[in-house]
């Protein structure tokens, strides 16, 4: 018996299709756990739509990222984007910049999605998942707004601010700076994805 | 025995020897002469960035316009080639007298999807072609050239631009 059993053992150690099928499980369940951990941390928020009221009239929305544009403020910096009397200011937590209403020569408002798990951590998390199981934490997504902001500075110089807003944020912004006296053209939307050439 | 060592150790340290020698030589005479364009090196106290402005019929949306144009004022700035880059529209840049004038012009744009890229590979990759001109002050075109920033695989859609504006600073770089 004690040969028959030890025999059996042998046998399922050696097949070669069982530890593929294992290594699959793994993975699947590696991704599983992964996915499930960032979701109740809740730092991502996993195929979300934005759940504030897209008209909401708020003067100031935190963690807001302003992606280049700004004097004296890193590119990609995280903040709060406030709307005052004045115009638009941006803070981080170390420092604050604005920009005048009566210096802004236009506003645009376009959409755009953000990975949950994006940046050089996400990249080594997502890479780190065996069997590309990374791919699948890739499929989300969540939609945003980028705000960009065309404005002049005191010598006459054009400079262009771009923000990245929950989405339904950035339309209300742009609309309460327009009602301050910011000055807007009519634009033409974009929305091909396909390559343009002239 | 010792003999025949000796001999192997002469022979082969004979063989290393003349092929050091010959492998020098010939680096040396592969050398290239003095560069040709070293000589054509551009000069400018001061460059002001004009903006990006797409031939009609091509639509690039505005966050990626202002994303170049802003992305090559900071790389420009970090060649510390020029004593002060100017901005489009900056009334003082009128007082430079060898001001060189940089123009962006977009030739193509495809938007791609960051998601695309990650989950295939493939697939999804955003590129943006422009054609890069230095001017003089009355037109005159110094140096042109077609760059294209692209995003393949981990980045957002913008860093396109990022990658165009390192373009353009390794131009900079090599023509001033």
């Known amino acids: ?198 | 025995m010792k003999c025949v060592t000796r001999t192997t150790f002469s022979l082969i340290f004979a063989i290393a020897a003349s092929s050091a020698v010959f492998l020098v030589a010939s680096s040396l005479l592969a050398q290239p002469g003095p560069r040709e364009d070293a000589a054509q090196k551009l000069s400018a106290s001061a460059i002001q960035v004009e903006r990006t402005d797409p031939p009609e019929g091509l639509v690039i949306p505005e966050d990626f316009r202002v994303s170049t144009y802003e992305n090559v004022i900071l790389q420009l700035e970090k060649t510390k080639k020029f004593q002060h880059v100017y901005r489009s529209g900056d009334r003082t840049a009128a007082n430079v007298s060898d001001l060189v004038i940089l123009r962006l012009i977009p030739q193509a744009f495809k938007e791609g999807s960051q998601k695309k890229r990650e989950v295939s590979t493939v697939s999804g990759s955003t590129r943006i072609k422009v054609k890069v001109q230095f001017t003089t002050r009355d037109g005159r075109v110094l140096l042109e050239k077609d760059l294209e920033g692209k995003v393949r695989f981990y980045g957002e859609n913008l860093r396109a631009t990022y990658d165009f504006s390192k373009k353009v600073a390794a131009v900079v770089n090599d023509s001033f």
């Open chain 1, 1 to 198: 018996m004690r040969t028959c059993g030890a025999q059996l053992n042998q046998r399922s150690s050696s097949y070669p299709g069982q530890k593929v099928l294992w290594s699959w499980w793994l993975a699947v369940w590696f991704a599983f756990v992964i996915v499930v951990i960032l979701a109740a941390t809740g730092a991502p928020a996993f195929g979300r739509q934005a759940t504030a009221p897209p008209a909401a009239q708020t003067n100031s929305i935190a963690s807001v990222t302003c992606v280049i544009g700004l004097e004296d403020i890193k590119t990609d910096a995280k903040g709060t984007l406030s709307l005052l009397p004045t115009g638009l200011e941006f803070a981080t937590e170390k420092k604050k910049t604005g920009i005048a209403t009566a210096s802004i020569t236009d506003i645009f408002v376009g959409n755009q999605s953000r990975q949950d798990v994006s940046g050089a951590g996400g990249t080594v998390i997502k890479m780190g998942i065996p069997y590309g199981g990374g791919r699948l934490v890739s499929l989300f997504s969540h939609k945003v707004e980028v705000l960009t902001v065309e404005y002049e500075d005191s010598n006459g110089g054009f400079h262009g601010a771009i923000f990245v807003l929950p989405q339904g944020q950035a339309t209300s912004f742009k609309n309460q700076l327009v009602a301050q006296g910011a000055k807007v053209s009519t634009h033409v939307e974009s929305s091909t994805v396909e390559e343009q050439k002239p």
